[in-house]
């Protein structure tokens, strides 16, 4: 979950773009700044690293990494999902 939140997090954070994060007003709905974005996406990779670490997903053998990448993959999906629903925003009805 972590290391799958980090990738929009970075990516507006080094594209130069406000995006939401737990510190902004109001938590997860306003926007806050590329920097606060960057520095989001660090701590998101450093806590999915060091849970990968520690829940020993390689030596889980085949299933153990059927079952990391299936939840990479649900909160994916559930967070494209949240992020299309809360950024109805000009930039994406000037692109329609």
Same mark, same amino acid.
């Given at each position: 979950m972590f290391l799958a939140n980090s990738v929009p997090h970075f990516i507006h954070g080094i594209s130069g773009d406000p995006f939401p994060t737990p510190f902004a007003e109001p938590p997860g709905k306003g926007l806050s700044s590329p920097t606060v974005n960057v520095a989001w996406a660090f701590a998101n990779i450093i806590a999915g690293y @060091?849970?990968? %670490? &520690? !829940? @020993? &997903? %390689? %030596? !889980?053998?085949?299933?153990g990494r059927v079952a990391f990448l299936a939840g990479a993959a649900a909160i994916s999906v559930m967070l494209s999902s949240f992020f299309t629903r809360k950024q109805s925003t000009p930039r994406l009805r000037e692109a329609a």
């Amino acid at each position: 979950m972590f290391l799958a939140n980090s990738v929009p997090h970075f990516i507006h954070g080094i594209s130069g773009d406000p995006f939401p994060t737990p510190f902004a007003e109001p938590p997860g709905k306003g926007l806050s700044s590329p920097t606060v974005n960057v520095a989001w996406a660090f701590a998101n990779i450093i806590a999915g690293y @060091n849970l990968y %670490r &520690v !829940g @020993n &997903v %390689r %030596r !889980g053998g085949e299933s153990g990494r059927v079952a990391f990448l299936a939840g990479a993959a649900a909160i994916s999906v559930m967070l494209s999902s949240f992020f299309t629903r809360k950024q109805s925003t000009p930039r994406l009805r000037e692109a329609a």
